[in-house]
């Protein structure tokens, strides 16, 4: 039992740790010079990317930079799918950690966030259909969110596959923009078809985005 104890306290302190580093550290520099560092790792920069990128859902860190890094490093399929690894394997632990050693503390939070508040009570009513919506349209954020679904009664399975569905359009986008960018820059391919074809498809993410945002509204979540 003491144990058991000592290790949650332990994952506790290493997570609330990673969560204030995040927050008072010049973290958008250092992910620039990450994105350098990987660069120069060959095949291990996908692994090493996929993990700094589980970290930073975890944590609870905006990953939409590391997304278009991503894409600028690996290229658009291989952005994806490296972003899609570490994204869903993130989210997938922020979700045990919520059902398991920190559900109190996730409890207390959505207690605090009346937004949290009422996607628990709507994902009560509409259970995976509305997961999907959240998670396509970015509302509310995919990183907080994961907590807060440990807390419903959604199954992990339904979790794990609504996860992967529903990032698939921003995470795309997202990608192609840091490919366009990184090629643009470099001064590769055509630069005005790179440009108005990433414009496009985060155009087009963004219109689904705003269309599953009403749907979530009129399931009675208000942004």
């Known amino acids: 039992m003491r144990q058991n104890v000592i290790k949650i306290a332990a994952g506790v302190l290493?997570?609330?740790?990673?969560?204030?580093?995040?927050?008072?550290?010049?973290?958008?520099?250092?992910?620039?010079?990450?994105?350098?560092?990987?660069?120069?790792?060959?095949?291990?920069?996908?692994?090493?990317?996929?993990?700094?990128?589980?970290v930073a859902v975890v944590a609870l860190v905006p990953a939409s930079l590391l997304t278009i890094g991503a894409g600028a490093l690996f290229g658009v399929v291989g952005g994806t799918i490296v972003v899609m690894a570490g994204a869903v394997i993130g989210s997938t632990?922020?979700?045990?950690?919520?059902?398991?050693i920190l559900r109190h503390r996730v409890e207390a939070m959505t207690e605090r966030h009346q937004k949290l508040a009422a996607v628990d009570r709507a994902i009560s009513r509409e259970g995976w259909k509305l997961m999907l919506l959240c998670r396509i349209s970015g509302f509310p954020p995919f990183t907080w969110v994961n907590y807060a679904f440990g807390l419903t009664g959604v199954g992990l399975l339904p979790y794990v596959v609504t996860t992967v569905v529903g990032i698939i359009p921003?995470?795309?986008?997202?990608?192609?923009?840091?490919?366009?960018?990184?090629?643009?820059?470099?001064?590769?391919?055509?630069?005005?078809?790179?440009?108005?074809?990433?414009?496009?498809?985060?155009?087009?993410?963004?219109?689904?985005?705003?269309?599953?945002?009403?749907?979530?509204?009129?399931?009675g979540v208000e942004e």
């Open 14 to 54: 290493v997570l609330a740790g990673l969560v204030v580093l995040f927050r008072v550290l010049p973290v958008a520099e250092w992910l620039r010079h990450f994105q350098t560092y990987v660069r120069g790792l060959g095949m291990l920069g996908y692994v090493v990317y996929t993990a700094v990128y589980v």
């Open 93 to 100: 632990l922020a979700f045990v950690l919520a059902r398991t």
């Open 170 to 219: 921003a995470t795309f986008a997202l990608t192609y923009a840091g490919h366009a960018g990184a090629a643009v820059a470099s001064g590769s391919g055509n630069r005005i078809g790179l440009i108005v074809t990433a414009a496009g498809i985060v155009l087009v993410s963004v219109y689904v985005a705003r269309i599953a945002t009403k749907a979530i509204r009129r399931a």
